[in-house]
């Protein structure tokens, strides 16, 4: 069952208001083509602002409208993805359970939820209105969608994977809840995190451990790399790599003068963690988000983007496999990227979670040592 949609009323304004901002999905092309639907033939030179005005002016029925909205709304496409590991094994009735008491809390609620059993996992998908009333009136009510993922581990465990968004947050912690209710016990929860973990060094490793060691996405470059400075007020303490990082007056003026300014930046390009200028941020910056290629066992490449969406704690991991590029069967790859298969996704999440888990658990446990340098020179590189 999906939500109603509400009848539109749209004058010119509104209309000119849906096509003008949204000039990818609707460039001069899609304009022209939409007046030769009504029968309407205009003129490829004309400004597209002009095009826009003249259609403007034309009735619209219901169904063009919703022809229009559909075409301009961008909440189709893909979000980013964080998950929660219950480290307590949970039998599925208990899951089933969780569910339906889930259901009946959001029952008041402007949401459809819909349960599914899959083959070796379950499926929330819950469907809800938002409103924006700093939007055009056509654009204001969005019809959007979250799904979460509830799948077992050969250990007994259950990973809960939830759209990264404040809705799919806020549903995932009222499933906990009812998971632990149907438990009879509040279920033990471990996140992706490096909270409490004030070493920037560390901080870095797990991202050079996470790009460069995951097994099933060897990397192919590094596009992106964001580094911050600033940490929690509970953890404030400047702690150093090791004793004998001392500053240098003359060889750390730039740094220090840089670093009095700026608390976070993005470095982008081709191998962003070899370039002079992200080296220079390894004594007072740590990464907390990063771009990458990598190659998967199918042969495939896939984009990948991650960051701690909380950089000062260190916490809230998401991510995203932004596309795939295929293999050709006679060597080399499409240029045109395409959009992840589900089973396909999950696979990858799988992959991606896991080595994160890990290497976190390494961190916590002193397994690891922090990365003074990250050139990956040998000289100093990381020592993981």
């Not at 499926?123 to 799904?147: G, P």
């Not at 060897?218 to 953890?235: D, Q, W």
Request: glycine content about 6%; charged content about 30%; proline content about 4%.
């Amino acid at each position: 069952m999906t939500l109603p949609k509400p009848l539109y009323f749209a004058t010119d304004a509104d209309i000119y208001d849906q096509l003008e901002p949204a000039a990818k999905r609707f460039n001069k092309k899609h304009l022209l083509e939409l007046a030769l639907r009504r029968g309407i033939i205009l003129s490829p030179s004309d400004e597209r602002s002009d095009i826009i005005q003249f259609i403007s002016m034309l009735p619209f029925s219901h169904s063009q409208l919703e022809d229009i909205c559909q075409q301009a709304d961008t909440a189709g496409r893909a979000q980013r993805t964080s998950s929660i590991r219950v480290t307590k094994d949970i039998d599925e009735a208990k899951v089933r359970d969780a569910v339906h008491a889930l259901k009946e809390s959001r029952s008041s609620n402007d949401e459809q939820l819909t349960f599914t059993k899959k083959e070796d996992h379950f499926e929330i998908t819950v469907e809800y209105a938002e409103f924006d009333h700093r939007k055009s009136s056509l654009r204001q009510r969005s019809v959007n969608q979250i799904s979460i993922q509830v799948e077992s581990s050969d250990e007994g465990e259950l990973t809960v994977r939830h759209t990264a968004n404040k809705k799919g947050q806020e549903i995932a912690k009222v499933f906990l809840s009812k998971l632990g209710n149907a438990a009879d016990t509040p279920v033990p929860t471990a996140p992706i995190s490096l909270a409490g973990i004030v070493d920037r060094g560390l901080r870095t490793a797990f991202w050079v451990r996470l790009i460069r060691e995951t097994d099933g996405l060897a990397p192919i470059s590094v596009t992106k790399a964001g580094v911050c400075r600033e940490m929690t007020s509970s953890l404030i303490e400047d702690i150093s790599y090791d004793g004998d990082h001392e500053d240098d007056a003359n060889d750390n003026l730039e740094t220090q003068l840089v670093t009095g300014l700026i608390n976070r930046a993005v470095f982008e390009g081709e191998e962003v963690l070899e370039s002079t200028e992200f080296k220079r941020t390894e004594s007072s910056f740590f990464v907390f988000k990063a771009s990458w290629l990598a190659l998967g066992s199918t042969g495939d490449r896939y984009e990948i983007e991650a960051e701690f969406r909380d950089p000062a704690s260190a916490s809230q991991f998401e991510y995203i496999f932004r596309s795939a590029y295929r293999k050709k069967a006679s060597g080399g790859y499409y240029k045109t990227p395409e959009r992840l298969l589900p089973a396909e996704q999950r696979q990858l999440s799988q992959i991606l979670e896991g080595s994160a888990h890990a290497i976190v658990a390494q961190i916590v446990e002193g397994v690891l040592i922090p990365v003074p340098n990250i050139s990956g020179d040998g000289s100093q590189g990381p020592k993981l």
